[in-house]
């Protein structure tokens, strides 16, 4: 039902995305330093919910609005190539680093898993991912397009949190490592935008409409 093509390409984006520095990250890595390793897992932990906030809301409720509205559809994927665009030039400049948080405030448990939450609702990368992206890779002839947009969007939560799960884990780690390594940083910047900006080329010049219900 769900190709092998359509798995690796969202694998692919998925993993591009998760890489580029972004809202998610530089909270991730603010708290794993500043708080530790425990505090990044429950941040974490709010994050992924916010993952299967968005895959369920755009599976049962978006794509009934945009095959409705098929204007707000083209806005909106036009929006989300821009700001991909916008990701590729910021990742070739340098000019975001994740891993040069600010020192923070201490927070609760409650707290650490709401800000995951509210900060992955209002991350426009994972939205872009759910309105723009995952629905390129949705075979309207295979049928079952709701279990198809869900086993996608499963693939991208699955490595959002394997590879945050990791950052926050090694995130001391990895600060101390590209500090005393500018070169190993320049490459990441360079191969993660130019797949972002090829990403943003594709969601512009597809020529789709919004998948039926």
Known sequence: MVSYSAVFGVFAVALALVLTPGPNMIYLVSRSISQGRRAGMVSLAGVAVGFLVYLTATNLGLAAVFTAVPALYTVVKLAGAAYLAWLAVQALRGSVSAFEPAELQQDSTQRLFTMGLVTNLLNPKIAIMYISVIPQFVDPASGRLLLQG???????????????????????????????????????????????GLLAVRVATDGGKPLPV
């Open 150 to 196: 869900f086993t996608l969007g499963g693939v991208q939560i699955a490595v959002a949190v394997a590879v945050n799960l990791a950052i926050v884990v090694l995130a001391g780690s990895i600060a101390r490592f590209l500090a005393v390594r500018p070169t190993w940083l320049k490459m990441q910047r360079y191969l993660m935008g130019t797949v972002l």
